[in-house]
Structure formats: C-alpha cells, structure tokens
C-alpha cells in the first residue's frame, strides 16, 4: 500500500506567484478530494474528483485556484497569484468508488506566502 | 443538515490512564460517522469508521468508539493512553455523499509522562 502522495511537502513562495501542487492517490481509488486546513482547524473542502470529472467545488475555491485530474489518476492543485491568506496545509485524499468509504489522506503541501 | 460537535479543544490524560474525547453529531438521517487522526505535521490517518452496523466500533491502536442514537454522541475512548497517541483527533459525520463530510474543530489529545 503505498498511501497518497502529495508533492511538495513545504513551499515557500512570494505573494503573486503562481503555485502548482501535486496528488498521487492510491491507485485502485477513482475519488480524489483536496482539503485546505489552517492552524487549529479542520481541514475544509476544496474540490472533488470522479475519475477525471470534476464533480463539486467548494464556493472557498476562489478563481486562482484551479484543480485538474486529467487521466483520472494524479491530480494538480494551482494557485495563481498567490496570497498571504492562502498560507495553509493542502491535504489530498483518495477513496474507494462508493459512498462513505472512509478518505485516505496524504501527508499534505504546507504553503508560506510571504 | 448534519454538524458535528467536539466537545473539548484539549484534554490531557497521564499515560496509561483512560483516554475519553467526546463528540456529538446533528444528522437528519442515518449518519456514517468517522474518528480521525492527526500527528504534528503529517496527514490525517482514519481511526475508525461506523456505517450502521454494529454501534461498538473498535478501530487502530487500541482505540473504539460506541454510536448512541439516543444521545447522539459518538465518543472515542482507549483503556489506557501511551505517549504515542499524543495528537489531534477529529469527528467528522457524512453527508449524502463523502466530500460532504462535516467536520468537527478537533480535540487535542496531551498525554503526561
């Protein structure tokens, strides 16, 4: 098993840069979730990905970020012109196809926007 | 409309001793509720998972949580705490779908030598 993989771990970057993240789900799961979690919360939902469609976005997914999973396997997660607020851990998470299988969660990208 | 509420921000147990994080859930219908985990700066790790099956549910290191449909409560508890499980742990129910997952704030887990 080798667990969902998010790469990078840590990115520090400049405010009005681009950032691009990336999410390796395990390999049999056809759900893909991203997740944002700020210090001292729980992680809020971001997206949603059946296979390569794009299901649901969350009205936090603001116009800079964009999220693709174009052969329904790995998925990207960027972020244009950066914030200062948009500093948080990024979480990936995969699941099985039906409903209430329980979400596999990657170790996350922790972004710093100075 | 479902939520999810943790009773306690911090709790802080002596290592070996009961450990007990409370959670309450709203749900308008059957809910499927989860316990997670989260060691500093890692991903979140499922702890246990409850589907309407049986209302025990035992799950990873010792830990299990009971569903109470009268109390609508779905506490985690362990037997005995180890330094290891010092951590976040989070409540969270379903929804209709699973990125409809709600979310507790999480309870922090600090375990005394």
């Known amino acids: 098993d080798t667990g969902v993989s998010q790469n990078p771990r840590h990115k520090i970057t400049k405010r009005g840069q681009n950032v691009t993240f990336r999410c390796d789900p395990i390999?049999?799961?056809?759900?893909l979730y991203w997740y944002r979690q700020t210090l001292g919360q729980g992680p809020e939902f971001l997206t949603y990905?059946?296979?390569?469609?794009?299901?649901?976005k969350s009205r936090l997914l603001s116009d800079r970020f964009s999220a693709e999973r174009p052969k329904g396997s790995f998925s990207t997660l960027e972020i244009q012109r950066t914030e200062q607020g948009d500093s948080a851990m990024y979480l990936c998470a995969s699941s099985a196809g039906h409903n209430n299988s329980p979400l596999h969660f990657g170790n996350g990208t922790r972004l710093t926007v100075t | 409309a479902q939520s999810v509420t943790q009773l306690d921000s911090h709790v802080s147990v002596s290592e070996g001793t009961p450990v007990l994080l409370r959670c309450n859930y709203s749900s308008s219908y059957s809910p499927s509720l989860f316990w997670y985990v989260q060691h500093p700066n890692k991903g979140l790790q499922l702890l246990l998972k409850?589907?309407?099956?049986a209302t025990l549910v035992k799950g990873i290191n010792g830990f299990e949580a009971e569903f109470k449909k009268s109390e609508t409560s779905f506490h985690l508890t362990k037997p005995s705490a180890h330094m290891s499980d010092a951590a976040e742990y989070f409540c969270?129910?379903?929804?209709?779908?699973?990125?409809?997952?709600?979310w507790g704030a999480g309870t922090k887990l600090i375990i005394k030598p």
């Open positions: 990905f059946q296979n390569e469609a794009q299901l649901e």
């Open positions: 409850y589907t309407s099956a």
């Open positions: 390999s049999e799961h056809n759900r």
């Open positions: 969270v129910v379903s929804g209709a779908s699973n990125y409809q997952l709600i």
